[in-house]
């Protein structure tokens, strides 16, 4: 596709329910970052994958979360017992190489989710 | 943390330069700076980025220092729709600071 696609683009969960967010990186895009953003604040770094290998998972909060990228391209952030402070944007970004060579970082719109 | 600090806001007339620092005075040789904008509810916005050397594109300008430890961005004549939170990132950490709100009036 043109860009970075996220989806669901909205999800309501009840406290405790697990929920899984996809991304679709740029066809052909070997980085792939996810983010962490709430209401008001900066986005905040989760993890990153260089094809399918998570390279750093250091910003992951609790074990609670989970990522994957299977075959290097689609990447899915998994939300276990979700909770009330998890209610975020969650942004996924893409880049051609690796990280240090220059390229342009390219985000999707974000899977807004809500915990009740 | 994030390797960069940025004053929190600033305003600036419309159709006058906005010019947006940035610290990141732990950058390493190889590390470049991006800067992202963000408007409300959207996704951030890739600007600009740059190693060494001051760049130019057609929504802005990036100039470095000499020693790489800091940067400036600049919008030549802002516009109502330039409002968003502009983030400057260090490529290798990828970390987000709080970036700097910029308002722009009329």
């Known amino acids: 596709g043109a860009g970075v696609s996220q989806s669901p683009r909205y999800k309501v969960a009840k406290r405790g329910q697990d929920v899984a967010l996809r991304c679709d990186p740029i066809?052909?895009?070997?980085?792939l970052f996810w983010y962490q953003q709430a209401l008001g604040q900066g986005p905040e770094f989760l993890t990153y994958?260089?094809?399918?290998?998570?390279?750093?998972k250091s910003g992951l909060p609790s074990d609670r979360f989970f990522a994957e990228r299977p075959e290097g391209s689609v990447s899915t952030l998994k939300i276990q017992r979700t909770q009330q402070e998890d209610s975020a944007v969650y942004l996924c970004?893409?880049?051609?190489?690796?990280?240090?060579?220059?390229?342009?970082?390219?985000f999707g719109e974000g899977s807004w989710l809500t915990v009740v | 943390d994030a390797k960069t600090t940025q004053p929190p806001s600033m305003d600036c007339a419309e159709g006058r330069a906005a010019n947006l620092p940035c610290n990141h005075s732990?950058?390493?040789?190889?590390?470049?700076v991006y800067w992202y904008r963000q408007i409300h509810s959207q996704g951030p916005q890739y600007i600009i980025h740059?190693?060494?050397n001051n760049e130019t594109n057609e929504m802005a300008s990036l100039i470095i220092t000499e020693d790489r430890k800091s940067s400036t961005l600049i919008l030549p004549h802002a516009t109502l729709r330039d409002t968003a939170v502009y983030y400057c990132?260090?490529?290798?950490?990828?970390?987000f600071g709080a970036g700097t709100r910029l308002t722009v009036k009329p």
């Open positions: 970004a893409s880049s051609l190489e690796g990280a240090g060579l220059g390229n342009t970082i390219y």
């Open positions: 732990t950058i390493s040789g190889n590390e470049y």
């Open positions: 740059g190693l060494k």
């Open positions: 990132i260090v490529r290798d950490d990828m970390r």
């Open positions: 066809s052909g895009h070997v980085s």
């Open positions: 994958f260089q094809n399918e290998a998570q390279l750093d």
